[in-house]
């Protein structure tokens, strides 16, 4: 790492290092994407939206990047708008839209980029909404979808270890996902005084992330909020 000024830190990157970003269908994945770019990173875009399994996702990334990848960056579920609904309230219909199809999408993921790294190693990044981290009561099949793919997120972490994939799980705040207001009320405000934006602060951090220097840590969830939420 190198100290920039008194207080930046940034990653020194690999230029062989070929990023595949998954959910480039929509702006928050495009976002994510661009600030890799700016951070030295080379990146494919994946527009994963009509992929349904993981042969599929793998067979995506492959065609994007013959030459292969070693790490996988996966912004779709912040592609996902909450749906407003007491649990009481949530129908079928909505809970099968809301929890069980993005379940079964960070499913075929995560087998999608197993399937391409499991060769050689490398590194996966899921990016979720840090509503995770709350009771969320209005929105609970959004967010029980959230935690259970970071829960997938951990166990492949721990399966997948000896074939050298390391997988850590990003936590930013839920405005970047949707304009509709569902953070918990009482909530702190960010201790560096603003909200992250996806391009100029998260993707950053994701690039450090990446760094094959942390290879070392796996099945971390971290917090890029600003300090709204200080996990342990």
Same mark, same amino acid.
């Given at each position: !790492?190198? @100290?920039?000024?008194?207080?930046?830190?940034?990653?020194?990157?690999?230029p062989? @290092?070929?990023?595949?970003?998954?959910?480039?269908?929509?702006?928050?994945?495009?976002? *994510?994407?661009?600030?890799?770019?700016?951070?030295?990173?080379? *990146?494919?875009?994946?527009?994963?939206?009509?992929?349904?399994?993981?042969?599929?996702?793998?067979?995506?990334?492959?065609?994007?990047?013959?030459?292969?990848?070693?790490?996988?960056?996966?912004?779709?579920?912040?592609?996902?708008?909450?749906?407003?609904?007491?649990?009481?309230?949530?129908?079928?219909?909505?809970?099968?839209?809301?929890?069980?199809?993005?379940?079964?999408?960070a499913?075929?993921?995560?087998?999608?980029?197993?399937?391409?790294?499991?060769?050689?190693?490398g590194?996966?990044?899921?990016l979720?909404?840090?509503?995770?981290?709350?009771?969320?009561?209005?929105?609970?099949?959004?967010?029980?979808?959230?935690?259970? !793919?970071?829960?997938?997120?951990?166990?492949?972490?721990?399966?997948?270890?000896?074939?050298?994939?390391?997988?850590?799980?990003? @936590?930013?705040?839920?405005?970047?996902?949707?304009?509709?207001?569902?953070?918990?009320?009482?909530?702190?405000?960010?201790?560096l005084?603003?909200?992250?934006?996806?391009?100029?602060?998260?993707?950053?951090?994701?690039?450090?992330?990446?760094?094959?220097?942390?290879?070392?840590?796996t099945? @971390?969830?971290?917090?890029?909020?600003?300090?709204?939420?200080?996990?342990?």
């Amino acid at each position: !790492y190198q @100290l920039i000024g008194r207080h930046r830190f940034t990653s020194m990157p690999n230029p062989d @290092l070929a990023v595949a970003v998954l959910g480039a269908g929509a702006n928050t994945g495009l976002a *994510v994407a661009s600030g890799l770019r700016q951070s030295g990173q080379q *990146v494919v875009e994946i527009d994963d939206r009509a992929l349904d399994s993981g042969a599929a996702i793998a067979a995506a990334i492959r065609d994007a990047s013959p030459g292969g990848v070693t790490a996988v960056v996966d912004a779709g579920f912040l592609a996902t708008s909450p749906a407003i609904c007491t649990l009481a309230r949530t129908d079928a219909e909505t809970w099968l839209r809301q929890a069980e199809v993005p379940l079964r999408r960070a499913l075929h993921v995560l087998q999608g980029a197993h399937a391409c790294l499991r060769d050689n190693g490398g590194r996966i990044v899921v990016l979720l909404p840090s509503l995770v981290m709350s009771d969320a009561a209005e929105v609970v099949a959004w967010a029980s979808a959230a935690e259970g !793919y970071r829960s997938l997120a951990k166990a492949a972490a721990r399966a997948w270890g000896g074939d050298g994939i390391v997988i850590k799980s990003v @936590l930013v705040p839920v405005s970047l996902t949707t304009d509709t207001a569902v953070d918990r009320p009482g909530l702190q405000p960010p201790a560096l005084g603003r909200p992250p934006t996806l391009e100029s602060d998260i993707a950053p951090a994701v690039a450090a992330l990446l760094d094959e220097r942390l290879d070392v840590v796996t099945g @971390l969830t971290v917090a890029v909020d600003g300090g709204i939420w200080m996990t342990s």
